[in-house]
Nanobody, 124 residues
Framework: QVQLVESGGGSVQAGDSLRLSCAAS????????MGWFRQAPGKEREFVAA???????YYADSVKGRFTISRDNAKNTVYLQMNSLKPEDTAVYYC??????????????????WGQGTQVTVSS
């Protein structure tokens, strides 16, 4: 019932910045916890950042201080501002939504809806 459409991915050099956007359908967006995950070739999908209904945020240790997650409930959109990008940030980035905040925020299986993924490539 929820559709997520991502944009903003691309190819950049180390040290550059990108901002990913995820536009969500539905009238209950403000009630969802929203998350960003990423998956590199040959690796498991991993947690990047999440933002709750009260605008509380969570970050993976690998991106703390560099990435910022935010949301605009009026636009049904969640953002991921990525600064000081590193080659190890290269991955397909996915937007996800969980209507019920139960279980671990960092576990992909606890999210019910997913975007199509957008490629982020960081070269050195």
């Amino acid at each position: 019932q929820v559709q997520l459409v991502e944009s903003g991915g691309g190819s950049v050099q180390a040290g550059d910045s990108l901002r990913l956007s995820c536009a969500a359908s539905g009238r209950t967006f403000s009630r969802y916890t929203m998350g960003w995950f990423r998956q590199a070739p040959g690796k498991e999908r991993e947690f990047v950042a999440a933002i709750g209904t009260s605008a509380n945020t969570y970050y993976a240790d690998s991106v703390k201080g560099r990435f910022t997650i935010s949301r605009d409930n009026a636009k049904n959109t969640v953002y991921l501002q990525m600064n000081s990008l590193k080659p190890e940030d290269t991955a397909v980035y996915y937007c996800a939504a969980r209507p019920l905040s139960l279980g671990r925020t960092t576990r992909p299986s606890n999210y019910d809806y997913w975007g199509q993924g957008t490629q982020v490539t960081v070269s050195s």
